[in-house]
């Protein structure tokens, strides 16, 4: 087995190889585009000169795209292809890609699995990664609102958003949700803010809006900002589906989804880490 920089590989190649290493996953089949896995790679900042083809016997045998900022990095997503399944080669290329970032001075790594993907959870864990936590999901459709209509959430921009939750996060939150994450998003994803609390939604005009992000100043938790805030972005867009993806530790969201009567997602996952230094 060997490795080789996934930038050798056009776009097209590079989304062949994912969907056929994703498919029939337990998180869905994966259809990409070569232009859509581009984008993709755009949002979660993965780095194709640190990103990996897994070669076995010459013949393509899988992948691991990596994100890198500061001193960490993260497994972005790590596939096999099904003809080279159940040799090895995944934990193979996994010690691989470890050793490459302990050469860069990486001091960890990252990644989040599914929870019911338990082959995937068990190869991860025989490479030294530990659970650190929960993350779950939930959809809420037409959710009921607390708040005054007169009650409206400001339009905020995006950057200004992102510099909020850059500097009020806990600094242990998955890579997806976090400022940095958010710092890459742009239009048609908004943000809005009412008092303290600030909240990061995909496109509201669409019938399914994701909440991306939310966070409250410090100073202001525990008085039911978080709940404020989206009882009335529910009521400035109604008739929608709502979703929290499953990228939200357990502790942080299911309180606030529960008051919603939001309904919990079957896809959850593990988000782990491996410290290298």
């Known amino acids: 087995m060997e490795l080789k920089p996934a930038y050798t590989l056009t776009f097209d190649q590079l989304a062949a190889l994912f969907n056929e290493a994703f498919a029939g996953y337990v998180g869905g089949d994966v259809h990409f585009t070569g232009s859509a896995l581009a984008g993709w790679i755009a949002h979660e900042n993965i780095d194709l000169s640190l990103s990996q083809i897994v070669m076995h016997d010459d013949q393509i045998a899988g992948f691991g795209y ?152 410090p100073e202001s938790r525990r008085h039911g900002e978080a709940t404020q805030l989206l009882s009335a972005l529910f009521a400035q867009f109604p008739e929608k589906t709502w979703v929290l993806s499953a990228v939200y530790p357990e502790e942080y969201v299911t309180p606030l989804a529960e008051k919603f009567a939001f309904e919990r997602t079957p896809i959850s996952q593990w988000q782990m880490r491996l410290t290298l230094l």
């Not at 193979?92 to 860069?104: G, S």
């Not at 710092?183 to 803010?193: E, G």
């Not at 909240?199 to 509201?204: F, K, N, Q, T, V």
């Open 66 to 217: 990596i994100a890198r900022h500061g001193g960490e990095c993260r497994l972005a997503a790590f596939g096999i292809v099904p003809s080279a399944a159940h040799q090895g080669i995944g934990k193979a290329a996994m010690v691989e890609l470890i050793a490459q970032a302990r050469q860069r001075g990486d001091s960890a790594f990252h990644l989040e699995v599914i929870e019911q993907n338990p082959r995937a959870v068990k190869l991860y864990q025989g490479v030294g990664f530990e659970t650190l936590r929960r993350l779950v999901g939930y959809k809420g459709v037409n959710p009921p609102s607390a708040t005054d209509m007169g009650t409206r959430a400001e339009l905020i921009d995006l950057a200004t958003a992102a510099r909020s939750i850059v500097r009020y996060e806990a600094r242990d939150l998955p890579w997806q949700i976090n400022g940095l994450a958010i710092l890459q998003l742009s239009p048609p994803n908004v943000a809005y803010r009412l008092s303290e609390a600030t909240a990061i939604l995909s496109d509201p005009s669409s019938a399914t809006v994701v909440i991306r992000s939310l966070i409250v100043a």
